[in-house]
T-cell receptor, first 112, second 108 residues
Framework: DAEITQSPRHKITETGRQVTLACHQT?????MFWYRQDLGHGLRLIHY???????NKGEVSDGYSVSRSNTEDLPLTLESAASSQTSVYFC???????????FGQGTRLTVV | TQLLEQSPQFLSIQEGENLTVYCNSS?????LQWYRQEPGEGPVLLVT?????EVKKLKRLTFQFGDARKDSSLHITAAQPGDTGLYLC????????FGKGTRLHILP
């Protein structure tokens, strides 16, 4: 079955380190999204992509970057991890711009 | 910037009771989606509504979209413990913007 997977599921890193969270989908969806989820803030959009070589900033993009070199993957990089980036991160993909988005199971990132 | 407000933030009720949660937007929705998220999982789509005044039913869940397409409600009849979770409304356009959610707990 097609799916969307995130790795790792849990990660602890130190302040200032570069961290990359992986997201891989097997539906061949063009549209992919990264969110962070924090208590009191809900799901906030970090970056999104409509296809290979396309990336766009969301509402909380500072300190994060993405690249889209193929259809299946949209890795999220924290250039220099900060304690404020401790959160649960979700990746999602969708076939079209108005259709159902399928979410991964999340990555819990702790920055110490 | 569009603001989505969901109410109540938290709701704890007994099994068998009925409940309604609400989603209001500062601007017109492109289309509105409701998701449910269980602990440790990503959100899962329940329904998409597009037309003002639209009503959709999913078993014991009834979704209404306001005539002006700026608000929506989710009504659950005879709540069950399996309904426990975080209910999120979202504006679905070229990206997905979420409200903060209603955390629902059904007591057995």
């Amino acid at each position: 079955d097609a799916e969307i997977t995130q790795s790792p599921r849990h990660k602890i890193t130190e302040t200032g380190r570069q961290v990359t969270l992986a997201c891989h989908q097997t539906w061949n969806h063009n549209n992919m999204f990264w969110y962070r989820q924090d208590l009191g803030h809900g799901l906030r959009l970090i970056h999104y992509s409509y296809g290979v070589q396309d990336t766009n900033k969301g509402e909380v993009s500072d300190g994060y970057s993405v690249s889209r070199s193929n259809t299946e993957d949209l890795p999220l990089t924290l250039e220099s991890a900060a304690s404020s980036q401790t959160s649960v991160y979700f990746c999602a993909s969708s076939e079209d711009l108005n259709t159902e988005a399928f979410f991964g199971q999340g990555t819990r990132l702790t920055v110490v | 910037t569009q603001l989505l407000e969901q109410s109540p933030q938290f709701l704890s009720i007994q099994e068998g009771e009925n409940l309604t949660v609400y989603c209001n937007s500062s601007s017109v929705f492109s289309s509105l989606q409701w998701y449910r998220q269980e602990p440790g999982e990503g959100p899962v789509l329940l329904v998409t509504v597009v037309t003002g005044g639209e009503v959709k039913k999913l078993k014991r869940l009834t979704f209404q979209f306001g005539d002006a397409r700026k608000d929506s409600s989710l009504h659950i009849t005879a709540a069950q413990p399996g309904d426990t979770g975080l209910y999120l409304c979202a504006d679905r356009d070229d990206k997905i913007i979420f409200g903060k959610g209603t955390r629902l707990h059904i007591l057995p």
